[in-house]
Nanobody, 120 residues
Framework: QVQLVESGGGLVQPGGSLRLSCVAS????????MGWYRQAPGKERELVAHIGRGGTNYADSAKGRFTISRDNAKNTVSLQMNSLKPEDSAVYYC???????????????WGQGTQVTVSS
């Protein structure tokens, strides 16, 4: 079993910054991809950014403002969010594509979500 635990959400004024972190624990051989998705009320969950062996990928809305990074030794992924806008308000979910054993399949895991609210 694999668990993802996020931290770092909260309330911030427009133009402010927040840093989200996520740590994966449990039965893990490797994590090819980690990333962040978000879901605002009444909207579908959408990709924010992910990072893997092929590099990083950002949603257009995140480019130039958000930076994703990971520490492979600690199985963590972080999202530095700058110049936040009210439309960035959403529940942010950590995502990991996990290989549990050598030669095994990939399995997708999600965190419980952390609320980010951008408001004055």
């Amino acid at each position: 079993q694999v668990q993802l635990v996020e931290s770092g959400g909260g309330l911030v004024q427009p133009g402010g910054s927040l840093r989200l972190s996520c740590v994966a624990s449990g039965s893990i051989f490797s994590i090819p991809v980690m990333g962040w998705y978000r879901q605002a009320p009444g909207k579908e969950r959408e990709l924010v950014a992910h990072i893997g062996r092929g590099g990083t990928n950002y949603a257009d809305s995140a480019k130039g403002r958000f930076t994703i990074s990971r520490d492979n030794a600690k199985n963590t992924v972080s999202l530095q969010m700058n110049s936040l806008k009210p439309e960035d308000s959403a529940v942010y979910y950590c995502y990991a594509l996990v290989v549990i054993q050598l030669g095994g399949s990939n399995y997708a895991y999600w965190g419980q979500g952390t609320q980010v609210t951008v408001s004055s």
